[in-house]
């Protein structure tokens, strides 16, 4: 039986703000992604969303960002390879904290946002920042872009790897993400997320914003909280996934 990992980036209100709608997804994931301050997210909001992945049986993951608040951690920054290690060593420590004092362990480590994409496609920066994950625990799963060069920094690092596809973004013709600037980038009719979530999962390929069709790895699918339909697409989601014959589960 094939088996895919279903993730979902949470814990990204702080505050007096709340973003995205966790409680009401997470029964439907098997692993959460969680804003570790940075670029969301505050200690109350980390200690909450631990508590609730416990509650639920989800994995717990570290999904660290840039130190920018305002832009959501979507605007790319100029930091060194070294910098951007230390970015992610001091976030993953500080949700190391939390996932500790609940009794349980961190699963993966997914970088977030323009961080994410930028590491997808320079290899350097990739290079620190699983460097640094592996110097924390090599034990940790890292969670990229599916073909991307982080997923081979990765691997030299030491690391374990999870590819993951996105259900509700759309592709290019070479494997990487549409532009949220761009018009289709964000997909939010549930039907075509579904068709797509099990299409990958199971045929491991997708068909790109121009038609392509391109082979992909799915290892871990995401769904992504702030998205408006965020419930519906992850509910259909892995009913689709399950009807088909597919194990949902987390990576380890």
Same mark, same amino acid.
């Given at each position: 039986?094939?088996? &895919? +990992?279903?993730?979902?980036?949470?814990?990204?209100?702080?505050?007096?703000?709340?973003?995205?709608?966790?409680?009401?997804?997470?029964?439907?994931?098997?692993?959460?992604? &969680?804003?570790?301050?940075?670029?969301?997210? +505050?200690?109350?909001?980390? +200690?909450?969303? &631990?508590?609730?992945?416990?509650?639920?049986?989800?994995? &717990?993951?570290?999904?660290?960002?840039?130190?920018?608040?305002?832009?959501?951690?979507?605007?790319?920054?100029?930091?060194?390879?070294?910098?951007?290690?230390?970015?992610?060593?001091?976030?993953?420590?500080?949700?190391?904290?939390?996932?500790?004092?609940?009794?349980?362990?961190?699963?993966?480590?997914?970088?977030?946002?323009?961080?994410?994409?930028?590491?997808?496609?320079?290899?350097?920066?990739?290079?620190?920042?699983?460097?640094?994950?592996?110097?924390?625990?090599?034990?940790?799963?890292?969670?990229?872009?599916?073909?991307?060069?982080?997923?081979?920094?990765?691997?030299?690092?030491?690391?374990?790897?999870?590819?993951?596809?996105?259900?509700?973004?759309?592709?290019?013709?070479?494997?990487?993400?549409?532009?949220?600037?761009?018009?289709?980038?964000?997909?939010?009719?549930?039907?075509?997320?579904?068709?797509?979530?099990?299409?990958?999962?199971?045929?491991?390929?997708?068909?790109?914003?121009?038609?392509?069709?391109?082979?992909?790895?799915? +290892?871990?699918?995401?769904?992504?909280?702030?998205?408006?339909?965020?419930?519906?697409?992850?509910?259909?989601?892995?009913?689709?996934?399950?009807?088909?014959?597919?194990?949902?589960?987390?990576?380890?």
């Amino acid at each position: 039986m094939s088996t &895919v +990992d279903l993730n979902c980036d949470l814990g990204e209100s702080f505050g007096a703000y709340t973003i995205g709608m966790d409680e009401a997804v997470i029964p439907y994931v098997t692993s959460v992604n &969680v804003a570790c301050g940075w670029h969301a997210g +505050d200690p109350l909001i980390m +200690d909450k969303t &631990v508590a609730l992945a416990k509650k639920h049986g989800v994995a &717990v993951g570290a999904h660290p960002g840039f130190p920018d608040l305002m832009g959501f951690g979507r605007r790319p920054m100029t930091v060194t390879p070294q910098e951007a290690g230390a970015y992610v060593k001091y976030q993953v420590g500080a949700l190391l904290a939390f996932v500790k004092a609940q009794g349980l362990e961190l699963q993966h480590v997914k970088p977030h946002g323009a961080l994410y994409n930028m590491a997808a496609k320079d290899e350097a920066l990739a290079t620190g920042i699983c460097e640094a994950i592996a110097s924390v625990d090599k034990n940790l799963v890292f969670m990229g872009l599916a073909g991307s060069v982080m997923l081979e920094a990765a691997k030299k690092a030491g690391l374990k790897t999870a590819s993951e596809v996105f259900a509700d973004r759309a592709y290019n013709d070479d494997g990487s993400l549409v532009n949220r600037k761009l018009s289709g980038a964000v997909i939010h009719d549930p039907v075509v997320a579904v068709e797509r979530a099990v299409k990958m999962a199971k045929e491991g390929k997708v068909i790109s914003i121009n038609g392509k069709e391109i082979s992909i790895q799915a +290892d871990s699918i995401c769904v992504h909280g702030d998205n408006e339909q965020a419930i519906e697409l992850v509910s259909k989601i892995r009913k689709a996934l399950e009807g088909a014959g597919i194990e949902v589960r987390s990576l380890k």
